[in-house]
């Protein structure tokens, strides 16, 4: 699935309608869950695991991956890694843009070799699911991806841990820009079309685990949901971004429910 393949949803009133279609909720009331995925949603199992699929598929296009097994990546997008792993080696901006049909196949084909074998790569985190679940039974909220993932990568992944079926929005990936803060503007931009509704920016709420999350959610005008499962980032670090929540995990769903009630 991709985020261009959405339709009109046709469950939801036009613009001028006065609640979204089968619920009482009004267009201001609703919110919009944007997702991240690692260190939010899943984990890998293995410590800089996206390296063993990342590095061969940087290789295979570009003749070398650079700087990319020193790096520490965490809420980085994808391009812009690969864009930081290659500076030094000559590659433009242009140069990966050039590229990114042949990136993304090449990718797809090591992240499935990687984890087609029968092997658990991914785990889902503790709360995760149950609380997607009553997220999804919430006639206020409706979920969708905003990750540095690649947009084929990133449904892949959600494939793998049974939790594709909870993100029924278009969102925003990876491989649309160098740039986090690019991304809510984009996911924004095609919720409102698929809805057929003006979202206001304070009407969504962005769910990571990086500064980086709660910063393209502060440049937006979203708000922001800070949780301490991921791998890089302390209480103190994340809460130094002044998110507008935080909380250390997604396992105690009442908690978590009335924490999105309150932003």
């Not at 609380?131 to 991806?145: F, G, I, M, Q, T």
């Amino acid at each position: 699935m991709k985020a261009t393949d959405f339709k009109d949803d046709s469950n939801v009133e036009a613009i001028d309608g006065t609640t979204l279609a089968g619920t009482d909720v009004p267009p201001s009331s609703l919110r919009i869950l944007l997702w991240d995925i690692d260190g939010t949603l899943i984990h890998s199992l293995r410590a800089g695991g996206y390296k063993e699929y990342m590095i061969p598929a940087v290789e295979h296009v570009f003749g070398t991956a650079g700087q990319l097994a020193q790096m520490r990546v965490s809420g980085m997008t994808d391009l812009q890694i690969i864009a930081e792993a290659l500076r030094d080696e000559g590659f433009s901006n242009e140069h990966l843009s050039e590229r990114l049909d042949q990136l993304r196949e090449r990718y797809m084909i090591e992240i499935e070799r990687v984890t087609g074998n029968g092997v658990k790569f991914f785990e889902v985190l503790p709360g995760v699911r149950e609380l997607l679940e009553k997220v999804a039974a919430h006639p206020r909220y409706r979920s969708a991806l905003l990750t540095g993932n690649i947009e084929p990568v990133a449904y892949w992944k959600m494939g793998l841990v049974g939790l594709s079926d909870f993100f029924t929005l278009p969102g925003a990936f990876g491989d649309e820009s160098h740039n986090r803060n690019d991304l809510p503007a984009l996911a924004a931009e095609r919720i409102n079309r698929h809805l057929q509704v003006e979202l206001e920016p304070h009407q969504i709420i962005i769910i990571g685990d990086t500064p980086n999350d709660i910063a393209c959610a502060r440049h937006f005008g979203a708000r922001s949901l800070a949780v301490g499962t991921g791998r890089f980032y302390s209480e103190k670090e994340l809460l130094t971004c002044k998110p507008d929540a935080w909380l250390p995990d997604l396992s105690d769903t009442e908690l978590v429910m009335k924490t999105l009630a309150d932003l």
